[in-house]
């Protein structure tokens, strides 16, 4: 079955940076494009970046390119999400899936929040 778990959100103050990571498990990873998404209060979940198999081409969306990047471990079956420079208008639950073809089920993502 396929399981993505989401980690290293939490409480952070404006300017601060961090790295989200997602584990995933129930498919072949390193032949999946991936890609992170976020639901911000009150909005509809949404796809902020995405990444190829091999890791040679990522995407973004404009609202968070130049501070967000997106990278992944084929190893270790991981995707992450660096975020810098952080925005309260980052706040949000941060998830991870396939991309642009999601899967069900989604994970219960991590909880970022950006404040002072």
């Known amino acids: 079955?396929?399981?993505?778990?989401?980690?290293?959100?939490?409480?952070?103050?404006?300017?601060?940076?961090?790295?989200?990571?997602?584990?995933?498990?129930?498919?072949?990873?390193?032949?999946?494009?991936?890609?992170?998404?976020?639901?911000l209060p009150g909005r509809q979940r949404e796809w902020i970046a995405g990444i190829s198999p091999n890791q040679q081409t990522s995407y973004a969306d404009s609202s968070v390119?130049?501070?967000?990047?997106?990278?992944?471990?084929?190893?270790?079956?991981?995707?992450?999400?660096?975020?810098?420079?952080?925005?309260?208008e980052d706040t949000a639950v941060y998830y991870c899936n396939k991309w642009p073809n999601k899967s069900d089920p989604w994970g219960l993502g991590t909880q970022l929040t950006v404040s002072s």
Do not use: K, M
């Not at 980690?7 to 989200?20: A, T």
């Not at 390119?65 to 309260?88: A, C, E, M, P």
């Open 65 to 88: 390119l130049g501070r967000f990047t997106i990278s992944r471990d084929n190893d270790r079956n991981i995707l992450y999400l660096q975020i810098d420079n952080l925005r309260s």
């Open 1 to 39: 079955q396929i399981q993505f778990v989401e980690s290293g959100g939490g409480w952070f103050h404006p300017g601060r940076s961090l790295r989200l990571s997602c584990a995933a498990s129930g498919f072949t990873f390193s032949d999946s494009y991936l890609g992170w998404y976020r639901r």
